[in-house]
C-alpha cells in the first residue's frame, strides 16, 4: 500500500477544506428554508448537501491529524473535491434547476473554492514523503 507522510501544505489543506465544508454544510443545514427563497435552489438540495458536508468535513478532519495517510485516501479527497467543483457549475448552467443569480454565483464561488482546495491538496500530496 503506497502511504504518505503528510507535507505541512497538505495537512493545512484538508484542515481548510474540512474547516470551511463544515461551516457551509452547517449553514446550508441550518437555513435550507432561506437559502431556497434566496437561491432559488430547493431546500431539499440544500439540506442533502449540508448533512453528506459535515460528514464529509468529519472524516477530511480526522484524515488530516494522521501523519502517515494512503495515498488512496488523499487521491479520493482531491478526486471527490473536483467532481463537486464540475457538480456545481453543471448545476449554476445545465438548465437542470433554475438558480438564481445569487444561487449561480453561490454555486460557481462554491466550485472556484471547492477545485482551489483540490489543487492546495494535490501539490500538499506532491510535496509528501512517499513511504512503502
Excluded at 497538505?10 to 437555513?31: S, V
Excluded at 443569480?101 to 460557481?108: H, K, N, Q
Aim: net charge positive.
Amino acid at each position: 500500500m503506497n502511504t504518505l507522510r503528510a507535507s505541512r501544505l497538505l495537512t493545512f489543506a484538508l484542515l481548510l477544506d474540512a474547516g470551511a465544508t463544515a461551516a457551509t454544510g452547517m449553514l446550508m443545514l441550518l437555513f435550507a428554508a432561506q437559502l431556497q427563497v434566496l437561491l432559488n435552489l430547493p431546500a431539499l438540495l440544500m439540506t442533502g448537501a449540508g448533512v453528506f458536508m459535515l460528514v464529509y468535513a468529519v472524516a477530511i478532519e480526522r484524515l488530516s491529524r494522521r501523519s502517515e495517510l494512503p495515498r488512496w485516501a488523499v487521491l479520493t479527497v482531491i478526486i471527490g473535491n473536483a467532481l463537486w467543483a464540475i457538480e456545481c457549475a453543471v448545476l449554476a448552467f445545465a438548465g437542470i434547476l433554475a438558480p438564481s443569480t445569487l444561487g449561480i454565483a453561490f454555486l460557481l464561488v462554491q466550485a472556484v473554492i471547492v477545485f482551489g482546495f483540490a489543487e492546495l491538496q494535490y501539490v500538499g500530496m506532491k510535496r509528501s514523503t512517499r513511504m512503502a
